[in-house]
Protein backbone atom coordinates (compact mmCIF):
# COMPACT_ATOMS: atom_id res chain seq x y z
CA UNK A 1 0.00 0.00 0.00
CA UNK A 2 1.74 3.48 -0.72
CA UNK A 3 0.58 7.20 0.57
CA UNK A 4 1.10 9.98 -2.35
CA UNK A 5 1.68 13.19 -0.19
CA UNK A 6 3.58 15.20 2.45
CA UNK A 7 2.69 15.37 5.80
CA UNK A 8 2.44 18.55 5.48
CA UNK A 9 -0.44 18.84 3.72
CA UNK A 10 -3.64 18.25 6.73
CA UNK A 11 -5.12 15.58 4.35
CA UNK A 12 -2.29 13.31 3.84
CA UNK A 13 -1.31 13.50 7.38
CA UNK A 14 -5.43 12.44 8.20
CA UNK A 15 -4.69 9.39 6.08
CA UNK A 16 -1.21 8.58 7.42
CA UNK A 17 -2.49 9.18 11.28
CA UNK A 18 -5.75 6.47 10.35
CA UNK A 19 -3.46 4.38 8.71
CA UNK A 20 -1.34 4.34 11.97
CA UNK A 21 -4.33 4.28 14.28
CA UNK A 22 -5.25 1.01 12.44
CA UNK A 23 -1.87 -0.25 12.58
CA UNK A 24 -1.48 -0.45 8.76
CA UNK A 25 1.75 -1.45 6.98
CA UNK A 26 2.22 1.24 4.51
CA UNK A 27 5.11 3.20 1.91
CA UNK A 28 4.79 6.77 1.44
CA UNK A 29 6.14 8.73 -1.17
CA UNK A 30 6.68 12.16 -0.45
CA UNK A 31 5.36 14.44 -2.83
CA UNK A 32 3.57 17.54 -2.94
CA UNK A 33 0.43 18.66 -4.94
CA UNK A 34 2.19 22.25 -6.42
CA UNK A 35 6.07 20.99 -6.58
CA UNK A 36 5.36 17.69 -7.81
CA UNK A 37 1.84 18.16 -9.66
CA UNK A 38 3.25 15.68 -12.82
CA UNK A 39 4.06 12.50 -10.33
CA UNK A 40 1.22 13.66 -8.62
CA UNK A 41 -1.13 13.74 -11.71
CA UNK A 42 -0.23 10.48 -12.57
CA UNK A 43 -1.99 8.61 -9.27
CA UNK A 44 -5.09 11.86 -9.36
CA UNK A 45 -5.94 13.33 -12.50
CA UNK A 46 -7.17 16.79 -10.46
CA UNK A 47 -3.37 16.87 -9.18
CA UNK A 48 -4.20 16.87 -5.82
CA UNK A 49 -2.54 14.88 -2.73
CA UNK A 50 -3.62 12.27 -0.88
CA UNK A 51 -3.53 9.09 -2.84
CA UNK A 52 -3.59 5.65 -1.81
CA UNK A 53 -2.61 3.42 -4.10
CA UNK A 54 -4.13 -0.20 -3.59
CA UNK A 55 -4.94 -2.47 -6.51
CA UNK A 56 -6.52 0.74 -7.76
CA UNK A 57 -6.25 4.07 -6.43
CA UNK A 58 -8.57 6.38 -3.85
CA UNK A 59 -8.50 10.13 -3.97
CA UNK A 60 -9.47 12.37 -1.47
CA UNK A 61 -8.51 12.20 2.04
CA UNK A 62 -12.29 11.37 3.50
CA UNK A 63 -12.86 8.38 0.67
CA UNK A 64 -9.95 7.33 1.95
CA UNK A 65 -10.24 7.21 5.30
CA UNK A 66 -13.86 5.55 5.11
CA UNK A 67 -12.06 2.84 2.98
CA UNK A 68 -9.63 1.70 5.72
CA UNK A 69 -12.66 2.35 8.15
CA UNK A 70 -14.44 -0.10 6.32
CA UNK A 71 -11.05 -2.69 5.98
CA UNK A 72 -9.52 -2.08 9.01
CA UNK A 73 -12.32 -0.65 11.23
CA UNK A 74 -13.65 -3.84 13.00
CA UNK A 75 -16.49 -3.10 15.50
CA UNK A 76 -14.85 0.39 16.58
CA UNK A 77 -14.09 2.43 13.01
CA UNK A 78 -12.17 5.82 13.78
CA UNK A 79 -15.68 7.07 12.37
CA UNK A 80 -18.60 4.89 13.90
CA UNK A 81 -21.14 3.11 11.28
CA UNK A 82 -24.66 4.76 11.74
CA UNK A 83 -26.44 6.76 14.54
CA UNK A 84 -26.11 9.81 16.57
CA UNK A 85 -22.65 8.88 17.29
CA UNK A 86 -21.60 8.44 13.18
CA UNK A 87 -23.18 11.78 12.81
CA UNK A 88 -21.44 13.68 15.53
CA UNK A 89 -18.05 12.34 14.43
CA UNK A 90 -18.58 13.68 10.72
CA UNK A 91 -19.88 16.87 11.86
CA UNK A 92 -16.65 17.33 13.50
CA UNK A 93 -14.71 16.20 10.87
CA UNK A 94 -16.81 18.39 7.99
CA UNK A 95 -16.15 21.25 10.43
CA UNK A 96 -11.99 20.82 10.57
CA UNK A 97 -11.41 19.48 6.86
CA UNK A 98 -13.52 22.98 5.89
CA UNK A 99 -11.47 24.79 8.16
CA UNK A 100 -8.37 23.03 6.74
CA UNK A 101 -10.10 24.44 3.17
CA UNK A 102 -10.24 28.06 4.09
CA UNK A 103 -7.23 28.12 5.68
CA UNK A 104 -5.07 26.88 2.40
CA UNK A 105 -7.15 29.16 0.49
CA UNK A 106 -5.59 32.03 2.52
CA UNK A 107 -2.47 30.71 1.78
CA UNK A 108 -2.70 29.79 -1.69
CA UNK A 109 -3.92 33.18 -2.17
CA UNK A 110 -0.74 35.05 0.06
CA UNK A 111 1.43 32.46 -2.26
CA UNK A 112 0.06 32.46 -5.78
CA UNK A 113 -1.06 35.99 -6.17
CA UNK A 114 0.92 38.92 -6.84
CA UNK A 115 1.46 41.32 -4.00
CA UNK A 116 -0.91 44.20 -5.79
CA UNK A 117 -3.41 41.75 -6.43
CA UNK A 118 -3.37 40.46 -3.11
CA UNK A 119 -7.20 40.92 -1.07
CA UNK A 120 -6.13 41.38 2.74
CA UNK A 121 -10.07 41.54 3.60
CA UNK A 122 -10.63 38.02 1.38
CA UNK A 123 -7.63 36.45 3.76
CA UNK A 124 -9.14 37.87 6.93
CA UNK A 125 -12.36 35.97 6.13
CA UNK A 126 -10.63 33.14 5.27
CA UNK A 127 -8.74 32.96 8.47
CA UNK A 128 -12.25 34.11 10.46
CA UNK A 129 -14.06 31.19 9.37
CA UNK A 130 -10.66 28.81 10.33
CA UNK A 131 -10.94 30.49 13.43
CA UNK A 132 -15.07 30.49 13.98
CA UNK A 133 -14.48 26.26 13.09
CA UNK A 134 -11.63 26.06 15.93
CA UNK A 135 -13.33 28.04 18.39
CA UNK A 136 -16.71 25.39 18.04
CA UNK A 137 -14.37 22.39 18.48
CA UNK A 138 -12.64 24.43 21.35
CA UNK A 139 -16.11 24.46 23.13
CA UNK A 140 -16.55 20.65 23.01
CA UNK A 141 -13.26 19.92 24.72
CA UNK A 142 -13.60 18.37 28.22
CA UNK A 143 -10.33 18.29 29.55
CA UNK A 144 -11.19 15.83 31.94
CA UNK A 145 -11.61 13.18 28.74
CA UNK A 146 -8.68 12.21 26.61
CA UNK A 147 -10.54 12.55 23.23
CA UNK A 148 -13.41 14.39 22.23
CA UNK A 149 -16.27 12.17 21.54
CA UNK A 150 -17.21 9.11 22.74
CA UNK A 151 -14.40 8.75 24.89
CA UNK A 152 -11.97 7.08 22.44
CA UNK A 153 -9.77 8.00 19.19
CA UNK A 154 -12.41 8.70 16.30
CA UNK A 155 -11.64 10.69 13.43
CA UNK A 156 -13.37 13.54 15.06
CA UNK A 157 -9.74 13.94 16.69
CA UNK A 158 -7.61 13.25 14.00
CA UNK A 159 -9.33 16.07 11.41
CA UNK A 160 -9.56 18.32 14.67
CA UNK A 161 -5.07 18.03 15.03
CA UNK A 162 -4.57 18.51 11.48
CA UNK A 163 -6.63 21.50 11.42
CA UNK A 164 -5.33 22.90 14.64
CA UNK A 165 -1.83 22.47 13.33
CA UNK A 166 -2.61 24.15 10.01
CA UNK A 167 -3.81 26.50 11.66
CA UNK A 168 -0.59 27.35 13.70
CA UNK A 169 1.56 26.87 10.71
CA UNK A 170 -0.78 29.79 8.83
CA UNK A 171 0.31 31.98 11.83
CA UNK A 172 -3.22 31.91 13.33
CA UNK A 173 -3.06 32.13 17.51
CA UNK A 174 -4.72 28.98 18.28
CA UNK A 175 -2.97 29.03 22.02
CA UNK A 176 -4.55 32.03 22.63
CA UNK A 177 -7.85 31.64 21.26
CA UNK A 178 -8.98 28.10 21.15
CA UNK A 179 -6.40 26.85 24.44
CA UNK A 180 -8.69 23.75 24.94
CA UNK A 181 -8.40 22.25 21.35
CA UNK A 182 -4.36 23.42 22.14
CA UNK A 183 -4.36 21.37 25.08
CA UNK A 184 -5.87 17.86 23.51
CA UNK A 185 -3.52 18.45 20.10
CA UNK A 186 -0.57 18.22 22.96
CA UNK A 187 -2.07 15.48 24.28
CA UNK A 188 -2.27 13.85 21.02
CA UNK A 189 0.51 14.41 19.64
CA UNK A 190 2.39 11.99 22.73
CA UNK A 191 0.63 9.45 20.96
CA UNK A 192 2.60 7.31 18.50
CA UNK A 193 0.20 7.60 15.15
CA UNK A 194 0.60 11.84 15.75
CA UNK A 195 3.83 11.46 16.53
CA UNK A 196 4.93 9.33 14.25
CA UNK A 197 3.72 11.20 10.98
CA UNK A 198 5.15 14.83 12.24
CA UNK A 199 6.42 16.46 9.51
N1 LIG B 1 -10.66 17.44 -0.32
C1 LIG B 1 -9.32 16.98 -0.56
C2 LIG B 1 -8.36 18.16 -0.52
C3 LIG B 1 -6.95 17.78 -0.97
C4 LIG B 1 -6.08 19.01 -1.16
O1 LIG B 1 -6.55 20.12 -1.34
N2 LIG B 1 -4.74 18.78 -1.14
C5 LIG B 1 -3.80 19.86 -1.33
C6 LIG B 1 -2.57 19.69 -0.45
S1 LIG B 1 -2.83 20.20 1.19
C7 LIG B 1 -3.30 19.85 -2.75
O2 LIG B 1 -2.91 18.81 -3.26
N3 LIG B 1 -3.32 21.02 -3.40
C8 LIG B 1 -2.84 21.19 -4.72
C9 LIG B 1 -3.88 21.80 -5.58
O3 LIG B 1 -5.03 22.01 -5.14
O4 LIG B 1 -3.56 22.08 -6.72
C10 LIG B 1 -8.95 15.89 0.47
O5 LIG B 1 -9.61 15.83 1.54
O6 LIG B 1 -8.08 15.05 0.19
Redesign the pocket.
Known amino acids: MLLI ?1 VN ?5 R ?1 VAITLKAYGVIFEQRDL ?3 AN ?1 AE ?1 HASNP ?5 ALVLDSTL ?4 A ?1 VDHLDEAYGGNQPLTPDAGTDRRAVLKVAALM ?1 GA ?2 KG ?1 QAA ?1 TRNHTPAEKIHQPWIDDCNAQVMNALAAVDAMVDPAQPYLLLGRLTQADVTAFVAERLARGIGLDTEARTPWLRALTRKLLEEPPFRSTEP
Open positions: GRSPYTRSGFRVLGRIPIDSGIMCDLY
